[in-house]
């Protein structure tokens, strides 16, 4: 949730130098509640997310130690799902009857509760799924993780295009060799990441541009903004690198 009342960052001209001044948090709150953008009451953000948050550590904790591999902002990877059958079903049960009672209180129509997927597939929200299990998983930390199940291979790196990495990625290494090269200063061309530099132009440009057909046009802006292809380059988060490394030395 983005706070709204932060300290404001002031830049003198004259001395060309940065201060911070000092938040003034009645304004702040004032001045949101008044803004024409907010639609929403901020505390629900809040509250919401943290209970969101406290469900997902029971999760974690209920796999423990021994089970728990991977977790992201609503999703549990794991081993042994078996041993948590009994408590998915628990929870999962809580749920439906919290959404029912909150139905009833609010007068709200208990499919609204159950949304309707892309393949006409009627889902509770709030309740944990199976999503089956994956041949092979490896993770460099949060949101950076390659999977294979049933001979589908997929990646989730945040700022890199799966549909474009993982073609690449195959045809480089095959299925199997992704993984191994799924690692510390990974590195993607350009054409295969789907990321783009934006470049800023802050001054006036004038000139002629030629179309991919051959026809030709003059342009004049005073500002723009040029995209480019850009390539990647995968690093560990420095405190995920040393827990590698802490984690290795307790093994050793």
Do not use: C
């Not at 629900?44 to 029971?58: E, I, M």
């Not at 799924?129 to 790196?157: C, H, P, Q, W």
């Amino acid at each position: 949730m983005t706070d709204f009342a932060k300290p404001e960052q002031v830049y003198d001209n004259e001395t060309g130098e940065w201060s911070v001044k000092d938040l003034d948090l009645q304004k702040s709150i004032k001045t949101y509640n008044n803004s024409k953008n907010r639609f929403l009451f901020y505390p629900w953000g809040v509250w919401v997310t943290a209970h969101a948050r406290q469900r997902l550590f029971a999760g974690i904790r209920e796999y423990g130690e021994e089970d728990y591999v991977y977790s992201d902002t609503d999703s549990i990877k794991g081993l042994h799902v078996e041993r948590h059958q009994a408590y998915l079903e628990r929870y999962n049960a809580f749920v439906v009857k919290t959404i029912k009672r909150a139905a009833e209180y609010h007068k709200i129509p208990e499919d609204m509760f159950m949304p309707v997927t892309a393949n006409g597939k009627r889902k509770i929200i709030g309740v944990w799924d199976n999503e089956g299990n994956y041949d092979v998983f490896r993770s460099l930390g949060a949101k950076r993780y390659m999977t294979l199940k049933d001979g589908n291979l997929s990646i989730t790196v945040s700022g890199l295009n799966k549909q474009a990495a993982v073609p690449y990625m195959i045809k480089q290494w095959g299925k199997y060799g992704a993984f191994q090269h799924f690692a510390e200063d990974l590195y993607v061309p350009a054409e295969y990441t789907g990321k783009n530099t934006h470049t800023y132009i802050d001054g006036p440009k004038a000139g002629v541009l030629t179309d991919y057909t051959g026809r030709s046009a003059r342009y004049a802006e005073y500002s723009g903004v040029h995209l480019s292809g850009a390539d990647y380059t995968l690093s560990l988060a420095d405190e995920y690198a040393r827990f590698l490394l802490n984690l290795r030395e307790v093994i050793l």
